[in-house]
């Protein structure tokens, strides 16, 4: 029942670790709370990349896991190539 609305908050904190390490000087819930502005209106686009990096994470087990050593690191680039992307899109005021 609770399933996907904790998705959609997953999401909706996804960018936390990037905004501070864009800036070291917001404390944590301002971080979140910057989170969730900047993902509003792109959490269907992340859950889509998402569901393609799971894809490629099964295509990695017919591997016997070898495939994992060039997926993790390709996933956290997308994951910050998302976040620039949109950082980019969505200006936040400090």
Do not use: N
Request: proline content about 3%; aromatic content about 14%.
């Amino acid at each position: 029942m609770l399933i996907i609305p904790g998705i959609i908050a997953a999401l909706s904190y996804a960018m936390t670790f990037f905004i501070l390490a864009d800036d070291t000087s917001i404390k944590p819930m301002e971080a979140i709370d910057r989170s969730k502005l900047m993902m509003d209106g792109y959490k269907l686009k992340l859950f889509g990349l998402c569901l393609r990096l799971f894809g490629l994470a099964l295509l990695c087990i017919l591997t016997l896991g070898i495939g994992f050593l060039w997926l993790f690191p390709f996933s956290y680039v997308c994951l910050a190539k998302f976040y620039d992307a949109i950082k980019g899109k969505h200006a936040i005021t400090q």
